[in-house]
């Protein structure tokens, strides 16, 4: 059985919650240190100050009342938006939560009028590559760069929003 997933709007306690299991997640799977934890915060506290209810948005998905998962739709200028901080819990992968929430923040920048959807990840990352392949992003430019404790390749992405 199939579990029911709930997405919401980000409530207080919420920030803290997405920096804990993405740090905790991140550290598991790919022995990532403690700044990725730091800068997850840092992104999440910096949405909640400089939130702009008419042209960003969260969303955080629940199972039975636990959080298992978010994704943030962030203002970068008036013709595009940044996705940040999709994550997904271990024991619901593979249910198409991340697909999910990924359409969400689509239609979310769609509807306010973005041109472009970007995001940056990491191309060890290949689920969550899949998932912005898939609904189609294009990959724009790779860097090596030092983070988290690691040599890693970072990727920025981009989806067109104008058809």
């Known amino acids: 059985m199939t579990p029911k997933l709930v997405l919401r709007s980000l409530q207080v306690g919420d920030i803290g919650w997405v920096a804990h299991r993405q740090g905790i997640l991140y550290a598991q799977e790919y022995g990532w240190d403690g700044t990725f934890e730091a800068l997850v915060a840092e992104i999440a506290a910096q949405f909640v100050k400089n939130f702009?209810?008419?042209?960003?948005?969260?969303?955080?998905?629940?199972?039975?009342?636990?959080?298992?998962?978010?994704?943030?739709?962030?203002?970068?200028?008036?013709?595009?938006?940044?996705?940040?901080?999709?994550?997904?819990?271990?024991?619901?992968?593979?249910?198409?939560?991340?697909?999910?929430?990924?359409?969400?923040?689509?239609?979310?920048?769609?509807?306010?009028?973005?041109?472009?959807?970007?995001?940056?990840?990491?191309?060890?990352?290949?689920?969550?590559?899949?998932?912005?392949?898939?609904?189609?992003?294009?990959?724009?430019?790779?860097?090596?760069h030092h983070s988290f404790g690691h040599d890693l390749v970072g990727q920025y992405w981009a989806l067109d929003l104008r058809h």
């Open 52 to 144: 702009d209810p008419e042209k960003e948005n969260a969303w955080i998905a629940e199972c039975e009342g636990r959080v298992v998962g978010s994704a943030f739709v962030v203002k970068v200028s008036d013709t595009e938006a940044k996705l940040r901080l999709l994550y997904v819990e271990p024991e619901v992968r593979g249910t198409g939560l991340g697909r999910r929430l990924t359409q969400e923040c689509i239609a979310f920048a769609k509807a306010r009028g973005y041109q472009t959807l970007s995001l940056w990840t990491n191309d060890i990352l290949h689920a969550a590559r899949q998932i912005y392949q898939t609904a189609g992003f294009v990959l724009l430019s790779e860097e090596k």
